[in-house]
Nanobody, 123 residues
Framework: VQLQASGGGSVQAGGSLRLSCAAS????????VGWFRQAPGKEREFVGS????????TYADSVKGRFTISRDRAKNTVYLQMSSLKPEDTAVYYC?????????????????WGRGTLVTVSS
């Protein structure tokens, strides 16, 4: 399966963006999907994940209450809605499909990684 994250851009602090993660090649409707980000000079970090059904989500403390992950299984797409953005949210955002139906922050669970999309938040 090939994944592609899109929807990044530049926004002022306090603004919102919605990222999309689309799959091609095969469906990932039975896989958990995670969002990760990597800021300049920093290691990649977990942002959040959603279970195969969409009924269960997990978030990093740094984004809890501001970011929401959802999925449209019919469209084979997962979304990351980001609100109340802060300059420290600036990073390249990646989506990844897990080998399991439920996954959290364990990078080793994620088999398929897409190209990232850049989010820049200015103060």
């Amino acid at each position: 399966v090939q994944l592609q994250a899109s929807g990044g851009g530049s926004v002022q602090a306090g603004g919102s963006l919605r990222l999309s993660c689309a799959a091609s090649g095969r469906t990932f409707s039975n896989n958990a999907v995670g969002w990760f980000r990597q800021a300049p000079g920093k290691e990649r970090e977990f942002v959040g994940s959603i279970s195969w059904s969409g009924a269960s989500t997990t978030y990093a403390d740094s984004v809890k209450g501001r970011f929401t992950i959802s999925r449209d299984r019919a469209k084979n797409t997962v979304y990351l809605q980001m609100s109340s953005l802060k300059p420290e949210d600036t990073a390249v955002y990646y989506c990844a499909a897990s080998r399991t139906s439920y996954s959290g922050s364990d990078f080793s669970q994620y088999l398929y990684w897409g190209r990232g999309t850049l989010v820049t938040v200015s103060s």
